[in-house]
């Protein structure tokens, strides 16, 4: 397993909030956890395997909001002092801790997250064992952040491969003919 495996799936923090839905506005308990390569997953509860909804911090465009910038209400029996929330371009999220100091330590550990710096594009080794001539067209492009004044994520650009000459679409043509050709005779050969 490489570091960057490890990093993805070692959590930095993780617990029990209560997250207001999108649809009804309503409170309810959700399983928070931020990964050490920045990543922020929402979970039904800790049991869940699938993330209600993922943002990668270091990456995504990402504003986060303490309980004097939230305007929405907090559940019954807990104070405004416990919200907090974030914006992504897409989504906003309002989460309630169980008390103040368990939203610090959250909206702290959100913020050391922000200053993960992203992993920088590189190309990748070629796997152990394969053919050494040539050039390689690798597929895996890990995304950075380009220096501008607002932090948007470039991903490069997939690699396609391309046929040259045409030889292989005029043998394919080829080969298609012919094994339609046959489908004709088979039965007359296997009936005999």
């Given at each position: 397993?490489?570091?960057?495996?490890?990093?993805?799936?070692?959590?930095?923090?993780?617990?029990?909030?209560?997250?207001?839905?999108?649809?009804?506005?309503?409170?309810?308990?959700?399983?928070?956890?931020?990964?050490q390569?920045?990543?922020?997953?929402?979970?039904?509860?800790?049991?869940?395997?699938?993330?209600?909804?993922?943002?990668?911090?270091?990456?995504?465009?990402?504003?986060?909001?303490?309980?004097?910038?939230?305007?929405?209400?907090?559940?019954?029996g807990?104070?405004?002092?416990?919200?907090?929330?974030?914006?992504?371009?897409?989504?906003?999220?309002?989460?309630?801790a169980?008390?103040?100091?368990?939203?610090?330590?959250?909206?702290?550990?959100?913020?050391?997250?922000?200053?993960?710096?992203?992993?920088?594009?590189?190309?990748?080794s070629?796997?152990?064992?394969?053919?050494?001539?040539?050039?390689?067209?690798?597929?895996?492009?890990?995304?950075?952040?380009?220096?501008?004044?607002?932090?948007?994520?470039?991903?490069?650009?997939?690699?396609?491969?391309?046929?040259?000459?045409?030889?292989?679409?005029?043998?394919?043509l080829?080969?298609?003919?012919?094994?339609?050709?046959?489908?004709?005779?088979?039965p007359?050969?296997?009936?005999?």
């Amino acid at each position: 397993m490489s570091n960057s495996d490890n990093l993805s799936s070692a959590i930095a923090k993780c617990g029990s909030l209560q997250r207001q839905t999108s649809l009804l506005r309503r409170w309810k308990p959700c399983w928070l956890v931020l990964y050490q390569n920045g990543r922020l997953s929402i979970y039904e509860n800790e049991h869940s395997n699938v993330a209600l909804d993922t943002v990668s911090i270091p990456y995504d465009f990402f504003t986060l909001q303490n309980s004097n910038e939230v305007r929405v209400a907090p559940p019954t029996g807990k104070s405004s002092n416990c919200l907090f929330g974030y914006k992504t371009s897409g989504k906003t999220h309002y989460f309630c801790a169980d008390d103040p100091d368990d939203k610090e330590a959250w909206l702290a550990a959100i913020k050391e997250a922000r200053n993960i710096q992203p992993v920088p594009y590189t190309t990748c080794s070629r796997p152990y064992g394969m053919y050494t001539g040539g050039t390689y067209a690798t597929l895996c492009h890990p995304a950075y952040v380009l220096p501008v004044q607002m932090p948007v994520a470039y991903y490069p650009p997939a690699v396609y491969r391309r046929r040259l000459m045409g030889t292989n679409l005029a043998v394919g043509l080829l080969a298609g003919t012919a094994a339609a050709s046959m489908l004709a005779v088979w039965p007359w050969i296997l009936w005999c």
